[in-house]
Nanobody, 121 residues
């Protein structure tokens, strides 16, 4: 089992920065393969923002590449998403997602409750 808690969202002016945190807990945190940040804006589909694997590989959406950084602190079971030069189009609820592969080879997905990011123009 994995539980995810997001934090760090809020209201920021365009051009500002935020750092989102996703902390994983539970008995299966040591078997998480990857953690990704997704976002969903009003009236839009949920989309991947950035992801990081247990091996340290990262991936970013083109819309945030160059101004966002995903990182992890293994000791704290926490993944961070640093977002700079925020734009109004970054406004969304941001969700943390964890992928875990079980010993039998099946994948599991876990989601946090989400944290609101609002960027004013």
């Amino acid at each position: 089992q994995v539980q995810l808690v997001e934090s760090g969202g809020g209201l920021v002016q365009a051009g500002g920065s935020l750092r989102l945190s996703c902390t994983a807990s539970g008995r299966s945190t040591n078997s998480i393969h990857a953690i990704g940040w997704y976002r969903q804006a009003p009236g839009k589909q949920r989309e991947l923002v950035a992801a990081i694997t247990s091996g340290g590989n990262t991936d970013y959406a083109g819309s945030v590449k160059g101004r966002s950084t995903i990182s992890r602190d293994n000791a704290k079971n926490t993944v961070y998403l640093q977002m700079n030069s925020l734009k109004p189009e970054d406004t969304a609820v941001y969700y943390c997602n964890a992928q875990r592969i079980r010993s039998d080879g099946f994948w599991e997905n876990y989601w946090g409750q989400g944290t609101q990011v609002t960027v004013s123009s």
